[in-house]
């Protein structure tokens, strides 16, 4: 099935460290979103962009938009260790129900 | 806790058994999408029902069908179940469709449904 390129797969960090993950595609969306999953449970929404260039921030999270509308990015600052879990990117056409494009996942790991 | 609600949440079925599982979507959405979630990848579209008719379909053969019901709750069927049905079925409640603002196409998910096929 058709997925979005989602990097890196998995991250491994210190507690109190940054961390960056990323999605592209080769087609066009009118939202990108983000999404948190933690085992044995359903994704999280964290954070939507609606708009091309448009940056967004929810409490230590921030994401944006790309410009070209094939790409977005998530930062998370000062990692935690309720941060763990796996973050999936995900974009969606309007005009296709809202049917929505997932990434694999970056499976974020956070050492205390 | 989004408000959207799946049973059973787990099932086990054995090869060419037939399946159904129930979504509750949250008050106020009029607009149910299934995915399947295979084990490390992320959720794959199934289908969208808005308003009892389905609105949109992904790559998944016709023995995967679906129902909306007129408080919105829905339905997903599985026939001759196959072992690479296996998965995590989800189910994401939104308030609009195609040509809704898109934040109205915001979706929330349940817990999932995990499907386990001997």
């Known amino acids: 099935g058709q997925q979005l390129n989602q990097s890196p797969q998995s991250m491994f960090i210190q507690e109190g460290e940054d961390v960056s993950m990323n999605c592209t595609s080769s087609s066009i969306f009118n939202t990108w979103l983000w999404y948190k999953q933690d085992p044995g449970e359903g994704p999280v929404l964290l954070i939507a962009l609606y708009k091309a260039g448009e940056l967004t921030s929810n409490g230590r999270l921030t994401a944006q938009f790309g410009i070209t509308r094939k790409d977005s990015f998530l930062n998370i600052s000062a990692s935690i260790p309720s941060d763990v879990g796996i973050y999936f990117c995900a974009g969606q056409l309007g005009n296709q129900g809202g049917k929505l494009i997932f990434g694999q996942g970056t499976e974020l790991s956070v050492k205390p | 806790e989004t408000g959207v609600t799946q049973s059973p949440t787990h099932l086990i079925k054995t090869r060419g058994q037939q399946v159904t599982l129930r979504c509750s979507s949250q008050s106020g959405h009029n607009t149910v999408s299934w995915y399947q979630q295979a084990l490390g990848q992320g959720p794959q579209f199934i289908f969208q029902y808005y308003r009892e008719e389905e609105n949109g379909r992904g790559n998944f053969p016709p023995r995967f069908s679906g129902l909306q019901f007129p408080n919105y709750s829905s339905e997903l069927n599985v026939n001759a179940l196959e072992l690479d049905d296996s998965a995590l079925y989800l189910c994401?409640?939104?308030?609009?469709?195609?040509?809704?603002?898109?934040?109205?196409?915001?979706?929330?998910f349940g817990a999932g449904t995990r499907l386990s096929v001997l």
């Open positions: 994401a409640s939104s308030s609009g469709t195609s040509g809704s603002t898109l934040a109205k196409n915001i979706q929330y």
